[in-house]
């Protein structure tokens, strides 16, 4: 499908904005999702910058249509995005502009970023899991949130040896007696304005918009000790929040947008709220010490290949048999081959592990499905046709505190998108 084929949809346009039937909602099933009665698979890729691309002034929207015509070419169609940044400009490695410079100061700018976004998905065939708010601190996230309520301490931002102030310092938000009930209040008042949001391009309300595929709650929420009653302290935040978020809007599913790296325990809990949906779950070999982009060796690469499978029949067991919801693995990526003579993070690096790693994931992936264990997985993330060397801001696949190309995939990196095209032909045969 060439962009020229379907006209960009705009307000100037309106003619080629398709009628949504509320069957295109899609809804849990068991450990399944269904849309139009039949099983739903997630093909997916973090696509979190689309707001911010698709802004009608210093946006790149002929870029978005470009990357999402790729995305489409090789199977993807769901697509996960951040729908909540938080200011004030700034501060360090943050995106910019943020969508909400300070409570309820909304960027309509980027608002208008959002709504175009979501109203081009259709002719795609995809959908969005918006995530709400980040644990982490590019894009403002919990972290500013609590320096909104309390200023008086500043954020510690983090450095590549030490998260743990800035981990403390972001649980505030929902540890903190002396601060929650106003942090919490900002979070749900940003929640309502995203979920009744009447998108300009469609005039439709974004809890009526079957594009969306569902809520998250947060990037990453951390599973960290915050008292002596931590899982309760987390657990009636989540579920307080996925309640009001169900109050607001009957047809979107919600989850947590958590790692599942604690163990069992914390899985549960960050899972059991009946108002979330289904589970989630992110994989990060080099982040947490599995694997060595530097080594060439066949015992580096296997202690990642099995530390993933291991990981992913784990949280697949969680959720399917513990909890009977669908589990979604909504992030994963692995760096470009920096034994090969590139460095990992250059475009020209080859990718002989990471396609080999994805291959194997999307495997593993494949067989809980056969066995309704699994709905699916999202790489991290799709960068398209841009490139590090693009004037900033880039907006590539890595955001804005982490080395550019770390884990971007680029439209080049056709290795790496026939895995999910693959994927894409070996779901269809299961409908």
Same mark, same amino acid.
């Given at each position: 499908?060439?962009?020229?084929?379907?006209?960009?949809?705009?307000?100037?346009?309106?003619? #080629?904005? =398709?009628?949504?039937?509320?069957?295109?909602?899609?809804?849990?099933?068991?450990?399944?999702?269904?849309? #139009?009665?039949?099983?739903?698979?997630?093909?997916?890729?973090?696509?979190?910058?689309?707001?911010?691309?698709?802004?009608?002034?210093?946006?790149?929207?002929?870029?978005?249509?470009?990357?999402?015509?790729?995305?489409?070419?090789?199977?993807?169609?769901?697509?996960?995005?951040?729908?909540?940044?938080?200011? =004030?400009?700034?501060?360090?490695?943050?995106?910019?502009?943020?969508?909400?410079?300070?409570?309820?100061?909304?960027?309509?700018?980027?608002?208008?970023?959002?709504?175009?976004?979501?109203?081009?998905?259709?002719?795609?065939?995809?959908?969005?899991? +918006? !995530?709400?708010?980040?644990?982490?601190?590019?894009?403002?996230?919990?972290?500013?949130?609590?320096?909104?309520?309390?200023?008086?301490?500043?954020?510690?931002?983090?450095?590549?040896?030490?998260?743990?102030?800035?981990?403390?310092?972001?649980?505030?938000?929902?540890?903190?007696?002396?601060?929650?009930?106003?942090?919490?209040?900002?979070?749900?008042?940003?929640?309502?304005?995203?979920?009744?949001?009447?998108?300009?391009?469609?005039?439709?309300?974004?809890?009526?918009?079957?594009?969306?595929?569902?809520?998250?709650?947060?990037?990453?929420?951390?599973?960290?000790?915050?008292? #002596?009653?931590?899982?309760?302290?987390?657990?009636?935040?989540?579920?307080?929040?996925?309640?009001?978020?169900?109050?607001?809007?009957? #047809?979107?599913?919600?989850?947590?947008?958590?790692?599942?790296?604690?163990?069992?325990?914390?899985?549960?809990?960050?899972?059991?709220?009946?108002?979330?949906?289904?589970?989630?779950?992110?994989?990060?070999?080099?982040?947490?010490?599995?694997?060595?982009?530097?080594?060439?060796?066949?015992?580096?690469?296997?202690?990642?290949?099995?530390? +993933?499978?291991?990981?992913?029949?784990?949280?697949?067991?969680?959720?399917?048999?513990?909890?009977?919801? =669908?589990?979604? !693995?909504?992030?994963?990526?692995?760096?470009?081959?920096?034994?090969?003579?590139?460095?990992?993070?250059?475009?020209?690096?080859?990718?002989?592990?990471?396609?080999?790693?994805?291959?194997?994931?999307?495997?593993? !992936?494949?067989?809980?499905?056969?066995?309704?264990?699994?709905?699916?997985? +999202?790489?991290?993330?799709?960068?398209?046709?841009?490139?590090?060397?693009?004037?900033?801001?880039?907006?590539?696949?890595?955001?804005?505190?982490?080395? =550019?190309?770390?884990?971007?995939?680029?439209?080049?990196?056709?290795?790496?998108?026939?895995?999910?095209?693959?994927?894409?032909?070996?779901?269809?045969?299961?409908?």
């Amino acid at each position: 499908m060439s962009t020229s084929e379907k006209p960009i949809i705009s307000p100037a346009n309106k003619s #080629n904005i =398709p009628e949504l039937s509320s069957k295109e909602f899609i809804k849990v099933d068991g450990t399944l999702f269904k849309k #139009n009665d039949k099983s739903y698979y997630i093909i997916g890729a973090n696509y979190w910058q689309a707001m911010n691309l698709g802004a009608p002034e210093n946006g790149n929207r002929s870029r978005v249509l470009e990357d999402l015509k790729i995305l489409k070419k090789y199977g993807v169609n769901c697509v996960r995005i951040i729908a909540g940044s938080e200011g =004030p400009n700034g501060e360090p490695y943050r995106m910019y502009p943020a969508l909400m410079n300070s409570p309820g100061d909304y960027n309509e700018n980027v608002f208008q970023g959002l709504d175009w976004f979501l109203a081009q998905l259709s002719q795609f065939n995809m959908t969005a899991i +918006m !995530v709400l708010s980040n644990y982490w601190h590019w894009s403002g996230g919990f972290a500013q949130y609590v320096n909104w309520v309390d200023p008086s301490k500043p954020i510690p931002y983090p450095v590549p040896e030490d998260y743990s102030s800035f981990e403390l310092y972001a649980a505030r938000f929902y540890s903190d007696s002396s601060i929650y009930s106003k942090t919490q209040s900002y979070y749900l008042e940003h929640i309502k304005s995203i979920i009744t949001r009447n998108n300009t391009i469609t005039s439709q309300i974004y809890k009526n918009d079957p594009n969306i595929f569902a809520w998250e709650l947060v990037n990453e929420p951390q599973a960290i000790k915050v008292g #002596n009653d931590s899982h309760n302290i987390i657990f009636k935040w989540i579920d307080d929040t996925a309640k009001f978020i169900k109050e607001l809007d009957k #047809n979107h599913l919600v989850s947590t947008g958590a790692e599942g790296k604690n163990g069992e325990e914390w899985f549960i809990t960050m899972h059991k709220s009946p108002h979330i949906d289904f589970t989630s779950a992110h994989i990060w070999v080099e982040n947490w010490g599995y694997y060595n982009s530097d080594d060439s060796s066949l015992e580096n690469y296997q202690k990642a290949e099995t530390f +993933m499978l291991n990981f992913l029949q784990n949280v697949s067991d969680w959720s399917t048999q513990k909890l009977n919801k =669908p589990l979604l !693995v909504g992030e994963y990526g692995m760096a470009r081959d920096a034994w090969s003579g590139a460095s990992k993070y250059s475009p020209l690096a080859t990718v002989i592990n990471r396609t080999k790693y994805f291959s194997s994931l999307a495997n593993k !992936v494949f067989e809980l499905e056969k066995q309704k264990a699994c709905t699916g997985h +999202m790489f991290w993330a799709f960068a398209g046709i841009a490139r590090p060397s693009d004037p900033t801001p880039t907006w590539i696949g890595d955001p804005p505190h982490e080395p =550019p190309g770390w884990y971007s995939i680029y439209d080049s990196d056709e290795k790496t998108l026939n895995v999910f095209a693959e994927h894409a032909k070996r779901v269809a045969e299961l409908n």
